[in-house]
């Protein structure tokens, strides 16, 4: 279950969003050397930020991966899946191109 926003953890899309923000005005000129400070450091911490949510993206797409494996090896060959087509290492799903 996703964890409740909070202002300190924008979603991965708002932060994104918030450092193509602050590209922009650092980029533009907007802000002085100050400013420009505080917004980078700002876009570092949301940085880091996107690529938690993306390490943990990746690492639930692996587990997932690893259990639809392990469930695949516990299959005969050639058992019909749960979506009705036959697995794709039956001798009836190979192709004939060879």
């Not at 450092?19 to 700002?42: F, W």
């Not at 797409?61 to 090896?73: N, W």
Request: proline fraction near 6%; hydrophobic fraction near 25%; charge should be negative.
């Amino acid at each position: 279950m996703p964890k409740p926003k909070t202002s300190d953890s924008p979603s991965f899309e708002d932060a994104l969003a918030q450092i193509e923000a602050i590209i922009e005005r650092i980029e533009s000129g907007q802000t002085g050397l100050e400013q420009s400070l505080t917004e980078y450091e700002r876009g570092v911490a949301l940085i880091n930020h996107c690529r938690s949510k993306l390490d943990g993206a990746r690492r639930q797409v692996e587990d997932l991966t690893r259990k639809l494996q392990s469930a695949d090896e516990g299959s005969s060959p050639g058992q019909v899946g749960e979506s009705g087509s036959e697995r794709p290492d039956s001798p009836e799903a190979e192709s004939d191109d060879e």
